[in-house]
């Protein structure tokens, strides 16, 4: 009888429907307690000799439930595909591929320095959302071209009617606090590589990254002050947490701009490469890291961020509506004027 229920058990499969299999087919559990170093064994007979005397025929009944339950939500999966997510999405402002494990999302404008005008924040949400539900295991974030990213694209709101700006300015800022609850909830490890410059929301979304790797020509600049703006993407309250609150302030007040050796030393980035093996090196690890099973990484990123997202949330609405009362303000308008003039840059 020993052997016959050994037979039954196979190491590999789940314990709960092993274990809904064994009372389905054997009634209340019949087999000697296995050592205590056999751990497989071990759990699917504690797990079964806890369902006691529990009636076969319901125990058969859970075991189909199981079943059905399980085909049902991988058929459910297997339509959220990479293949299908590329044949439905067509982007403009992206890059997006899926292979080797990895979703790639590329910031594609790099004759503007990848900045981020309306069509790419509303593009990345998009592509944010098929990358959660499709079967790759980490999802990437990188530039084209010799920037990661130029920040917002200072040109949003030109071309707008004095009429039309105050509710241009107020939708764009909703989509931006979307944009920004995207990357909070992401729930793939989510990691930046980070090509060259980052500015602005670039650099203030990148402490709601899980990995930050940096080409040691990249460069890490938040200017809010001088275009008359404030911190967003989390970051008064994610970077004051890696960096500490003086660091954090004097990027985000003061518009100190990190090379990517200090911004690595300020824990903002994870590691540093030479630019010359910059994309070799990182993407051999993160193919390696795509290995890992999916499932498990995705349960240890909950584990690690979920205490803070409720808190992440009401900080993106906060920033968000100081924006909402200065994006449109004097120095805000003006610094706009002046890039566009050709009379200031960073
Ligand atoms: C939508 C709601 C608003 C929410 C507000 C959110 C709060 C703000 C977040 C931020 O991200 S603030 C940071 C904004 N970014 C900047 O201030 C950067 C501005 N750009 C520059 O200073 C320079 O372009 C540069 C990045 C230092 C690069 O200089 P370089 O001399 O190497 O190249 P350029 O000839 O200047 O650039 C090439 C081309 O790209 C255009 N461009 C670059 N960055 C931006 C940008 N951020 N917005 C719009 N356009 C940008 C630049 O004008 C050039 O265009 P062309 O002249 O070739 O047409």
Redesign the pocket.
Known sequence: MKERARGKLRPSSVPCDSVWEGKATEGPCNMPKPGIYDLIRKAKWEAWNTLGNLPKETARQNYVDLVSSLCSSSESSSQGKPGADREQLRYETLVVTSEDGITKIMLN?P????????QM?QEIVLALKAASQDDSTITVLTGNG??Y?????????TNTSPGEIQEK?KN??I??REFVGCFIDFPKPLIAVVNG?A??????LLGLFDIVYASDRATF????SR?G??P??CSSYTFPKIMGPTKATEMLIFGKKLTAEEACAQGLVTEVFPDRTFQKEVWTRLKAYAKLPSNVLRISKQVIRNREKEKLHSVNVEENSV?QGT?LSDEAVN?VMN??S?R???
């Open positions: 404008r004759s503007k320095k990848n900045a981020v005008n309306l924040y010799d920037y990213s130029s920040g917002n694209d200072l040109t949003n709101f300015a764009s800022l989509l931006v410059p500015v602005g929301i670039a650099v203030t600049h938040t200017p809010f275009l703006l404030h967003e993407g924006l994006v610094a890039f566009l050709k200031a840059k960073l």
